[in-house]
């Protein structure tokens, strides 16, 4: 089941101490982006990438940074400063137009105590 | 700004009964709308766009500019139709659509056998 992968599926971590959530695709898709899901509040987005070493703060950035060096690659880190980082993270990659279809990685729980 | 509301956290009905789940927008610009559906242990994916006008799965939708709504429908709900449902909503600025989507809050639907 290739296509949008996402590790690790789920990751504890301690108050305090920054953690990189990895996402990978094989899509060749240009535009990669990254969401919270909480219950009761639906996917809000975090950044989205829509080139090759270019991203943008999306609705809900503060406390989070990411990078793009590659194509396939759109790695997020958690920092310290984000408030409440216990969440449900999805990653989704597309063709970067509108229009086009998201594709969903499997996600990453990350819990944080 | 864009926003999505979807008014329903979670819908109850019988198999073989008509379903609908509620989509309001608020954007400025021309939108295009997606829904996309979440099984159970399932990553998410598209169900529909608007732009297609196509019947997957049984289900449609249809965008009324005049009330931004795109009410996604099926006149027989199935026991597999159960899922967590959500709207999506692309803008588009200076004639060039940005891929990112604003989603509402999603809506789970319950089929009864």
């Known amino acids: 089941d290739g296509g949008i992968t996402q590790s690790p599926k789920y990751l504890f971590r301690k108050e305090g101490q920054n953690v990189t959530l990895s996402c990978e695709q094989n899509l060749n898709h240009d535009a990669m982006y990254w969401y919270r899901q909480d219950p009761g509040q639906g996917l809000r987005l975090i950044y989205y990438?829509?080139?090759?070493?270019?991203?943008q703060k999306g609705d809900i950035a503060e406390g989070y940074s990411v990078s793009r060096e590659k194509k396939e690659s759109f790695p997020l880190t958690v920092t310290s400063a984000q408030k409440n980082p216990t969440a449900f993270y999805l990653c989704a990659s597309s063709f970067g137009e509108g229009g086009h279809e998201q594709y969903f990685g499997p996600g990453t729980r990350l819990t944080v105590t | 700004a864009q926003r999505v509301t979807q008014p329903e956290k979670l819908l109850s009905v019988f198999k073989g009964a008509p379903v609908e789940l509620k989509c309001n927008y608020s954007?400025?610009?021309?939108?295009?709308l997606f829904w996309y559906v979440q099984y159970s242990r399932q990553r998410l994916q598209l169900l529909l766009r608007h732009i297609s006008r196509e019947s997957i799965k049984g289900f449609t939708a249809d965008l009324n500019k005049g009330e931004t709504s795109f009410h996604l429908k099926k006149p027989f709900a199935q026991e597999e139709d159960s899922a967590m449902y959500y709207c999506?909503?692309?803008?588009?600025?200076?004639?060039?659509?940005?891929?990112?989507?604003?989603f509402g809050q999603g809506t789970i639907l319950t089929v009864h056998p």
């Open positions: 990438s829509q080139i090759v070493n270019d991203f």
């Open positions: 999506a909503l692309s803008g588009h600025a200076g004639g060039t659509s940005y891929g990112k989507l604003t």
């Open positions: 954007y400025s610009g021309s939108p295009e």
